[in-house]
């Protein structure tokens, strides 16, 4: 369901006049005589909105881990985090006016559990409602969520699929039913992907009858969530993760490393996509970016909306959403990375030990002074077990293959050992913001191109 007049009225005024737009709206749409939950979701016409203590909230929020960097998320106009069970955690979420989707600790098969073991079920279920029990009266608290991408098991060693349990959805709704029961008063959700495939969607929406809306993961297919949710939910859902292209989507070079966008690249993607996937859906109540902090998967700036602590493109582009108005300073823009000689970027090849030339593309809106650093690192080693990252290492820098920096250029040493690499540069404006990029490359002597230096 697309954009309608309600909408954009809803969101401009949310943008103009936040300080009386709670009660405002909520007079105008629901009035003040019923009494309150402080969290609940109601439809207005055809327009699905989440209120807290009576008044429209619209979920402006991030994927945290460990609940940081808050501040910086606030600044922005965030409003709402997910993330983990921690009292002190909601008690610093709550010191700076964010609400918490708490993602409880619910195991599924990837993570070992046997859906078959009714005592292993009902021990998880137990300990789930132990949390539920000691955080329910905590103010920052908004929602439950019952797993996150449970439904997806990894293949066997031999690349057979796994299909997950045929009884899962209804062993979470077990669990969301009896949180319901301990506390009446925080929705439940469960946070699922793929929700395109209309027999997954038709199954969680009959198994769980308790689940209050739908949280959805959704990365380049995020344009095509919208109508089986609409068609077989029936209720309202919000996106659970969304940003760019997950690694597992994107193009992958001859040797199958996966490519990487550039900050600025990313920041004009996940614009996009705000705008015309998430504003535009009137069943979706608001959407959490992924992710705010730093994260190793793939490579340590992949998702990452944070460089070595530094705010990047993306986040000025969340604040101009969320707040209306640009950041006073803005980061360096970084559109693309060339290295001599190399025409195919999905192919480069270098000679052991040769040295290079290469060059970002870069500018800074406010024309700060920039200070580049380069560094090259090995393509990490992907473990075959590795769901979203969890069992990859971050890589080191290989010291002393950077030989001269000038201005937005860089001369280098390609490694002397066969495999693959990558050269990152990161773009820094003195001001708390930086832009990055990387560049994939394969030593191999036998197939190596030649430098400069021997051309």
Not at 270 to 279: C, D, P, T, V
Not at 300 to 324: A, C, N, P, Y
Not at 375 to 383: D, L, Q, S
């Amino acid at each position: 369901m697309r954009l309608n007049s309600f909408r954009s009225f809803f969101l401009r005024f949310q943008a103009a006049a936040p300080l009386c737009f709670g009660g405002l709206i909520a007079l105008m749409l629901f009035g003040c005589a019923q009494e309150q939950k402080p969290w609940e979701l109601s439809k207005y016409g055809r327009q699905w909105v989440l209120l807290h203590n009576g008044s429209p909230f619209y979920i402006k929020g991030a994927v945290t881990w460990g609940y940081g960097p808050l501040e910086e998320l606030v600044a922005a106009g965030g409003n709402a985090i997910r993330a983990q069970p921690d009292r002190d955690g909601l008690d610093k979420a709550e010191e700076l006016g964010l609400a918490v989707l708490v993602n409880l600790p619910v195991r599924g098969q990837r993570d070992g559990l046997d859906w078959d073991n009714d005592k292993e079920v009902a021990d998880q279920k137990r300990k789930v409602l132990e949390v539920v029990k000691d955080l329910k009266d905590h103010p920052a608290v908004m929602m439950w969520s019952v797993g996150n991408e449970l439904g997806y098991v990894p293949r066997k060693p031999s690349g057979e699929r796994v299909d997950p349990h045929p009884e899962m959805w209804q062993r979470l709704n077990d669990i969301a039913r009896e949180i319901k029961r301990v506390d009446p008063v925080h929705p439940v959700t469960v946070c699922v992907i793929d929700v395109r495939n209309k027999d997954k969607i038709q199954k969680v929406a009959a198994d769980c009858p308790d689940i209050d809306i739908l949280g959805v993961n959704a990365y380049s297919k995020i344009f095509s969530e919208g109508e089986p949710i609409e068609e077989y939910w029936k209720k309202p859902f919000f996106f659970a993760e969304w940003s760019i292209d997950g690694h597992w989507e994107t193009p992958r070079t001859e040797w199958k490393a996966r490519t990487e966008l550039t900050s600025s690249e990313k920041a004009s993607l996940i614009s996009y996509r705000y705008k015309n996937a998430i504003l535009t859906d009137t069943n979706c109540v608001g959407a959490f970016v992924f992710f705010w902090g730093e994260r190793q998967e793939t490579t340590h700036t992949f998702w990452s909306l944070f460089q070595d602590g530094l705010k990047t493109e993306s986040i000025d582009v969340m604040q101009r959403f969320w707040t209306g108005s640009w950041p006073d300073n803005r980061a360096p823009a970084v559109s693309g990375l060339w290295v001599e000689g190399q025409d195919n970027l999905m192919d480069i090849r270098l000679s052991p030990g040769a040295e290079y030339q290469a060059r970002v593309y870069c500018y800074d809106p406010e024309h700060d002074d920039l200070e580049i650093t380069w560094e090259i690192r090995p393509e990490i080693v992907r473990p075959a077990e590795n769901y979203a990252g969890s069992a990859e290492k971050r890589v080191e820098p290989i010291p002393n293959l950077i030989l001269h920096e000038e201005a937005k250029s860089v001369r280098f040493k390609a490694p002397r050992e066969t495999g693959a690499y990558r050269l990152f540069v990161q773009v820094a404006d003195g001001q708390g913001s930086a832009g990055y990029a990387n560049v994939c490359f394969y030593v191999n002597e036998k197939e190596g191109n030649e430098s400069s230096e021997n051309s």
